[in-house]
């Protein structure tokens, strides 16, 4: 079975960087992605990842700050996040497939 378990957020400053960790575990993964959902907003996908041909893809309006990559020896997605804004602020989630992690929340305030 699949298990997700996201790890790194936090509270930032505007401006500011973080990276987003997902752990993941169990079998036939070849895909995962990172999604987000702010209070009262629909889940919203940020990037996507293969795990066969390391392929990205990612929303348009975030490509530009936001990175997503693979640790396959590891078994770890990242999603590096700069020049947050406070409209980034949501619970960050990593998905494979059906499976969704618990989320981490990622605050951006001064």
């Known amino acids: 079975q699949v298990q997700l378990v996201e790890s790194g957020g936090g509270l930032v400053q505007p401006g500011g960087s973080l990276r987003l960790s997902c752990a993941a575990s169990?079998?036939?993964?070849?895909?995962s992605a990172w999604f987000r959902q702010a209070p009262g907003k629909e889940r919203e996908f940020i990037a996507t990842i293969s795990w066969r041909s390391g392929s990205t893809f990612y929303t348009d309006s975030l490509k530009d700050r936001f990175t997503i990559s693979l640790d396959i020896a590891n078994s770890t997605m990242y999603l590096q996040m700069r020049d947050l804004k406070p409209e980034d602020t949501a619970l960050y989630y990593c998905?494979?497939?059906?499976?969704w992690g618990q989320g981490t929340q990622v605050t951006v305030s001064s």
């Open positions: 998905n494979a497939g059906l499976h």
């Open positions: 169990g079998p036939n993964i070849y895909n």
